[in-house]
């Protein structure tokens, strides 16, 4: 791992990190430390992280650099700015706009990502929710801590600009302790978190939750006697320096350490004991096999497979590990081991989308390469993983245009010879996510909703009788989506209600992402406009921290975009509302409703087709819709000859957004063909 705390060599895109957790540094992608040059260039740098992505003036910067600033101090920054983008952005084309460090009215800014600046991702990382589980805030906090190379800013003094932000930091860093120390007495690893807490106490004797959480880890660990030594020394440490007397939980402990209260015991519970046996477990294998790299890798893979369904921070952490992985087992070269890395994680993807596309493409290349290295003979079980890969990696791939691209037609081929060999087989689990495969790549044309239902059909009988709940929560999301597209609504119920009870029974907490979807399109469906927006905008909430950016990006608005289009009503989302990946198909209809209709006709003409997913019948209905409001025979030809396949469906095959049925939509577009224009 580099100093960034992220992980290279992986051919994703790796921006540069900025670094303020100690001296002020940054590194580029292969964790080389990038020429800051001077004091100064740095302390112009550390301003601008300082003011958290707002300009900060010109005039402000000079104030805050010198007490008595020299003549020409303007142009000087300026010319630190100029350093600074050069180091920053080395390969920056001339004449192109810096991405980072930004001229903005009268100063500058930092529009780095919460992800480029240490400090930042470290209060992310300290955010993590209180009721999350502690094997993930002891994973999360120890990564975080490791960040710190010593004071924040420490190459700036007691700056008068800085103080503020540095008191919060180290105030975060405390508390990061603390909070580490808490996951690891409730995992059961109560001596290991005694020595840390320990030195914490000596260098900041005024923290009066370190030192209750020093005495619970040395009564946790059998030492009864030291831990009430603990409460006294800081009974008495209160007392004689600050005239107070310890707060009450302090109190309650020593008095539950004298009583030898049964809440004290570390296995008082089942979820303590499930806890404490993970913690030793972890440990036993993190010295077992220390320097088994391949018995590593291989394990890493799986636990990616499991991180992934916790939900958005696991979702996010296990895509990015599951590429070091790989990338990792390519170096070593052995194309057996590598197939089995990247085929062990078979996590179920219903979303057509992808969260990451770019590190979607490189693990496709990379199963395209292992699949090349694999002996011609054997191996099929791998083989068939690769190609399940390939398949559900390649989602979206095609158009829904008149015929397959030539880069789709490996995709399909890719899910055909997966489920060929998964049947040859007879491997429960491999025909599952071969299934899953054939399913992504069902998008080629509209109107397919009877092909895919017949698959969650599959998939859900499979996965009941082989025991894969987690494919069978993907049999019951794809029938969602496809009973819906059939209007079929009690069938969808059904199933929603069957993913959650099994969401709930094996802990799979993005589910309800969709199923919450799923029941605000129903209430579009049966409900009035002000019912249906509200219950979008309850449905919105649940897309933040899902880990889910394919799914989250443009389909709040375009929900709301659907009831309005669906009742007539004016657009109930403003002009700067994200539309993601949607915009180019959004934005016909938004021009002709403002009566631009030359830009309309212009945007219809030079308008692809949009991709094969589970949106394109909802966006060929929204071009159906701006084709008819500008007169533009040739796009409203183009639409019908789309959705014809489609006519007997409802325009909701996402199972979470729909324009109603799609013969409303060819019949607008009859009438309007037939009259010649509008």
Not at 48 to 57: E, G, I, K
Not at 564 to 590: C, I, M, N, T
Not at 651 to 674: I, K, N, Y
Request: charged share 25%; hydrophobic share 45%.
């Amino acid at each position: 791992m580099d100093p960034s705390g992220r992980t290279g060599g992986t051919g994703a895109v790796v921006r540069v990190t900025i670094g303020v957790l100690g001296a002020v540094t940054a590194w580029g992608e292969a964790g080389e430390a990038l020429p800051l040059r001077g004091p100064k260039h740095r302390a112009v740098l550390a301003r601008l992280v300082v003011a958290r992505r707002r300009v900060v003036p010109v005039a402000r910067i000079v104030e805050d650099l010198w007490d008595d600033p020299p003549d020409g101090a303007v142009g000087t920054v300026r010319t630190f700015v100029a350093a600074l983008r050069r180091a920053l952005e080395p390969d920056r084309p001339p004449r192109t706009p810096p991405r980072l460090l930004i001229t903005e009215g009268p100063g500058y800014a930092l529009r780095a990502g919460a992800e480029e600046v240490d400090a930042w991702r470290f209060e992310r990382a300290v955010s993590t929710p209180e009721d999350a589980h502690p094997s993930r805030v002891l994973t999360v906090l120890t990564e975080a801590l490791e960040w710190w190379r010593g004071p924040a800013y420490a190459d700036f003094g007691d700056a008068p600009w800085l103080r503020a932000e540095r008191a919060r930091l180290t105030e975060l860093r405390l508390h990061a302790v603390e909070r580490r120390a808490g996951a690891r007495i409730a995992l059961g690893a109560s001596a290991e978190a005694v020595p840390d807490l320990d030195a914490h106490v000596t260098e900041h004797p005024w923290r009066e939750d370190a030192w209750r959480l020093l005495a619970l880890a040395l009564y946790r660990s059998g030492r009864q006697t030291d831990a009430l030594a603990v409460v006294r020394r800081a009974r008495g440490m209160l007392a004689e320096h600050l005239g107070v007397d310890p707060g009450p939980r302090l109190r309650r402990l020593e008095e539950d350490i004298l009583r030898q209260e049964p809440r004290l015991d570390p296995d008082a519970d089942a979820e303590s004991a499930v806890d404490r046996v993970w913690a030793r477990a972890t440990a036993a294998y993190e010295s077992a096999v220390a320097s088994r790299a391949r018995t590593r890798l291989e394990s890493t893979a799986g636990l990616m497979r499991d991180l992934a369904v916790t939900g958005g921070g696991g979702l996010e952490a296990s895509r990015r590990h599951r590429v070091a992985a790989v990338a990792a087992a390519e170096r070593l070269g052995d194309p057996e081991l590598t197939a089995r890395v990247v085929g062990a994680y078979d996590v179920p993807a219903i979303w057509t989308r992808g969260d990451d596309p770019e590190q979607a493409r490189w693990l496709v290349g990379a199963a395209e390469r292992i699949l090349r290295q694999l002996p011609p003979e054997g191996h099929d079980a791998a083989r068939c993983r690769l190609l399940a890969t390939i398949a559900v990696e390649s989602r979206g791939a095609h158009s829904t245009g008149r015929a397959v691209s030539a880069e789709a037609v490996r995709p399909l081929r890719a899910a055909r010879q997966a489920e060929e060999i998964a049947r040859r087989l007879d491997d429960a689990s491999l025909l599952a996510f071969a299934l899953n495969g054939t399913f992504m790549q069902t998008f080629h044309r509209t109107g397919l909703a009877a092909r895919r239902d017949a698959i969650g059909a599959e998939i859900v009988s499979l996965s009941a009788r082989n025991g894969l709940p987690r494919h069978e929560v993907l049999g019951h999301l794809v029938r969602v989506q496809a009973r819906c597209a059939l209007s079929d609504l009690p069938a969808a119920d059904r199933h929603a209600a069957a993913a959650d009870a099994l969401a709930a029974r094996h802990e799979l907490p993005l589910v309800s992402v969709f199923t919450t979807w799923y029941r605000a399109l129903r209430t579009a469906l049966t409900e009035p406009p002000a019912a249906a927006l509200a219950a979008y905008e309850r449905a919105a909430e649940c897309l933040h921290g899902s880990g889910m950016p394919g799914l989250r990006h443009g389909l709040p608005p375009l929900a709301l975009l659907s009831v309005a289009v669906r009742h007539g009503l004016p657009l109930p989302v403003g002009p700067h509302a994200d539309w993601g990946p949607y915009a180019p198909w959004v934005r016909p209809l938004l021009l002709a409703a403002e009566g631009r209709e030359e830009e309309s006709r212009a945007a219809l003409r030079d308008l692809p087709p949009p991709p094969g997913d589970l949106m394109s019948e909802v966006l060929w209905c929204l071009v159906a819709r701006a084709a008819v409001a500008v007169g533009d025979r040739p796009a409203m030809l183009r639409a019908r000859a789309r959705l014809i396949p489609a006519a007997g469906e409802q325009a909701a095959g996402s199972g979470l957004v729909t324009l109603g049925p799609v013969a409303g939509h060819l019949e607008r577009l009859a009438e309007a063909l037939d009259r010649g224009g509008p």
